[in-house]
């Protein structure tokens, strides 16, 4: 089996792979915690696989993907000590398949590579990964599946933290999308300003991407708060919630042999992407 690990800055995703069957057999989503030691990272490990009836000692490989440089060290160390393994960091140096025409290729995160590889193996390219996480990062693929740039926002999270925590008379409410842009109350009020404005941001920004590729490129949501917005647009074409874990199965299949640009199996026992008609 092959454990894949994607590390963002508020969330840790991770995905259980078959290599025999080529199959994603499980996910899950935990907290990041940057002082988080190799046996804790071992003790959160275990019962995970427990509960889905795996043995950590059948994974045979792992690739990890970070943007938090401590996470990796510990990560690293219990790969080695526990698993009996190297892990595959995700970098620029790896035979990704794909190009990234930025001006400092080095400054991509790696998330960003694995959603690259993942968006154009199934949807093809030009195409548009809006990822939310700690930050909103929109991720512009060519028609050749090159990474060519894209815009990084504040995340909807820490928006909502910053207007709870800078204004003295308001305060954290459930991040959902109202039906409605008029509040009648202070919760209301902050739903329709923080989701429906989020919306508007996320909106203007497809348009301006689509407009400068010259095509109205599928765009394709994933990440912590994709669902919340995954049917809020007619111009989101798809909510695909594994998207970055199944890209770093694909640059890791790539780089030790796997056919390049392999088709995408989609797996009967997880969700499969929502499509969205416009």
Do not use: C
Not at 9 to 19: P, Q, S
């Amino acid at each position: 089996m092959l454990l894949a690990i994607d590390v963002g800055n508020t969330n840790t995703v991770i995905g259980l792979y078959d290599l025999a069957g080529d199959r994603r057999v499980a996910s899950w989503r935990v907290a990041t915690r940057a002082d988080r030691m190799p046996d804790e990272w071992f003790a959160l490990l275990a019962p995970l696989f427990a509960v889905e009836g795996r043995d950590p000692k059948a994974v045979r490989a792992v690739i990890v993907s970070s943007g938090v440089p401590s996470v990796t060290l510990w990560l690293g160390q219990m790969v080695r000590q526990r698993l009996g393994l190297e892990p595959m960091v995700v970098a620029i140096d790896l035979d990704l398949g794909f190009r990234v025409r930025t001006d400092n290729p080095r400054e991509v995160g790696a998330d960003r590579l694995a959603n690259t590889a993942a968006a154009f193996a199934r949807y093809g390219g030009p195409a548009v990964v809006v990822d939310f996480g700690t930050a909103t990062n929109f991720d512009v693929i060519s028609a050749e599946g090159d990474f060519i740039g894209g815009a990084i926002a504040p995340g909807l999270a820490i928006s909502a933290e910053a207007l709870a925590g800078r204004a003295a008379q308001l305060f954290t409410v459930a991040l959902a999308m109202p039906t409605k842009a008029i509040g009648t109350n202070t919760v209301t009020n902050m739903q329709a300003g923080l989701a429906l404005g989020y919306l508007g941001l996320l909106e203007g920004m497809i348009t301006r991407i689509r407009r400068e590729l010259g095509v109205e490129a599928p765009v394709i949501v994933t990440g912590g708060q994709g669902e919340l917005f995954a049917h809020a647009s007619p111009l989101i074409t798809h909510y695909d919630p594994d998207l970055t874990l199944d890209g770093l199965h694909l640059i890791y299949r790539r780089v030790t042999g796997g056919t390049k640009r392999p088709p995408f199996p989609l797996d009967p026992g997880i969700p499969s992407p929502s499509p969205r008609s416009g």
